[in-house]
């Protein structure tokens, strides 16, 4: 019985994508793999997350 091949995968992502990938499957992330507007939303967002974060801690009560 013969095993039918798919046919083979032309390359279709941007370098960015691939580089991306290539990071992600080998268990680390370079920051710069990434496209420069996905670190851009993702500094946006840690920074949102940090004062969001501040301002909650000033508001809380201490624990005696």
């Not at 500094?43 to 809380?60: G, P, Q, V």
């Amino acid at each position: 019985m013969t095993r039918s091949r798919r046919p083979a995968l032309t390359p279709s992502r941007s370098t960015d994508a691939v580089q991306a990938h290539l990071a992600l499957s080998h268990g680390s992330v370079s920051w710069h793999a990434f496209p420069l507007p996905v670190r851009e939303r993702v500094l946006t967002l840690w920074i949102e997350l940090l004062r969001s974060h501040a301002d909650a801690a000033s508001t809380e009560e201490p624990t005696p």
